[in-house]
């Protein structure tokens, strides 16, 4: 046994409580990149077809709601990127088909 504190025996790793209760500030901390929240609204294009949307339009009454003139059903896309420059490629390219969609995005946050 090692006379006196065992934190000042030789090769004891034992760190002083103090260490343990204080944040380590030695290291910079590192920034994480901003993430943009980004909401992408798809629906059918005016004039298309939209067979869910007539579906529910037609179902409707029958559940008790009356007085729908028209529904139409499409597609809510959330996503976080760290720049907004790409999104509306996203929607062009991928998101969406442009033939019988169209697409509206916001950033949320």
């Known amino acids: 046994m ?3 504190n065992p934190r000042d025996a030789p090769g004891c790793n034992l760190r002083p409580e103090s260490q343990y209760l204080m944040p380590n500030t030695s290291k910079p901390r590192t920034s994480e990149p901003r993430t943009l ?14 067979p869910q949307g007539e579906a529910v339009r037609g179902a409707l009454p029958a559940l008790g709601f009356g007085g729908v003139k028209t529904v ?3 597609r809510l896309i959330e996503m976080e990127v760290e720049s907004a ?7 062009r390219r991928l998101l969406s088909n442009p033939t019988i969609e169209e ?4 950033v949320v946050s």
């Not at 929240?37 to 939209?50: H, Q, T």
């Not at 697409?103 to 916001?106: G, L, T, V």
């Open 72 to 74: 139409h059903i499409g």
């Open 85 to 91: 420059d790409e999104v509306d490629a996203m929607c």
């Open 37 to 50: 929240k980004i909401r992408v609204l798809v629906r059918p294009k005016e004039g298309i077809l939209d």
């Open 2 to 4: 090692y006379p006196g």
């Open 103 to 106: 697409y509206e995005w916001e």
